[in-house]
């Protein structure tokens, strides 16, 4: 329910024009609202509870599971975002929604209703060209959520200068998501340039003592930085969906990249 419909509810009451018994039925359902497919019961308050719609993750569900709760969302007027979504399903999802938009780099399907109130500014950081799908998913993530966004690609460690070349663009977000596998190293760098949160991101991207994402994840556990948080392994979605709820507060902090 918008805040329009909402307040239309209230104003019916304060007119007599609803009984309390019935505005509270329906404020009720409203809180209880969920959308019920073949495969998924859909969570539809939660963009009234929580800011925006439930995502939809894409290993394990049908083609057409994830094409049914798009259009329930776009029925309520919400928008659509699926992650780790295979070109199979987006293909299928196309043919009912053809102005979805599929980033087969990210694996994400997007569907809006309407256009989001642009509000912060997630810059998102690779390490390194093999860490560019968890990059462009929290990338894609942070644009469902009405952010603007820079992606930076390809500055890790072993080329320092890299980084210090794009410390320009660094300093205009309000937060920063940093992508890195091997050692994990990157996240720490970035974060003693600037003065926003970094939310790291480990990815498994590296060689066998890596143990899969393990050793970059421990490496931003334990970051001297004290701007860092870590998020789990190739939790693209999960760091751009933070990185955007920080953005989108707004602050009186100065950016700065030193």
Not at 33 to 39: E, G, I, K, L, M
Not at 79 to 98: C, G, H, I, K, M
Not at 105 to 111: G, H, I, K, M, Y
């Amino acid at each position: 329910m918008s805040s329009t419909e909402f307040e239309g509810l209230i104003r019916q009451w304060e007119a007599g024009q609803m009984s309390l018994s019935h505005l509270e039925t329906q404020l009720r359902s409203v809180l209880a609202a969920t959308a019920v497919t073949a495969d998924v019961q859909i969570d539809m308050d939660r963009e009234r509870r929580c800011g925006f719609p439930e995502v939809v993750y894409g290993p394990g569900k049908t083609p057409a599971a994830i094409r049914d709760v798009f259009l329930k969302q776009q029925t309520a007027g919400q928008n659509s975002f699926a992650t780790r979504v295979t070109v199979e399903q987006a293909e299928f999802v196309l043919r009912d929604l053809p102005t979805a938009v599929h980033n087969p780099v990210a694996r994400t399907l997007t569907q809006r209703n309407r256009d989001p109130e642009i509000q912060g500014r997630v810059i998102v950081v690779s390490a390194g060209t093999s860490d560019r799908p968890i990059a462009e998913e929290a990338l894609e993530t942070c644009r469902w959520m009405g952010c603007e966004t820079d992606l930076v690609l390809d500055i890790g460690v072993a080329g320092p200068q890299r980084l210090l070349a794009q410390r320009h663009r660094l300093a205009h977000g309000d937060a920063i998501v940093v992508v890195a596998g091997m050692e994990g190293a990157l996240p720490s760098v970035v974060a003693g340039w600037v003065s926003v949160p970094v939310i790291a991101v480990p990815t498994s991207v590296g060689y066998g003592a890596h143990l899969g994402g393990i050793a970059p994840l421990l490496g931003m556990l334990n970051s001297c930085a004290a701007n860092v948080a870590v998020v789990n392994i190739d939790a693209g979605f999960k760091g751009g969906y933070l990185a955007s709820l920080i953005a989108r507060k707004p602050g009186d902090a100065t950016r700065t990249a030193g």
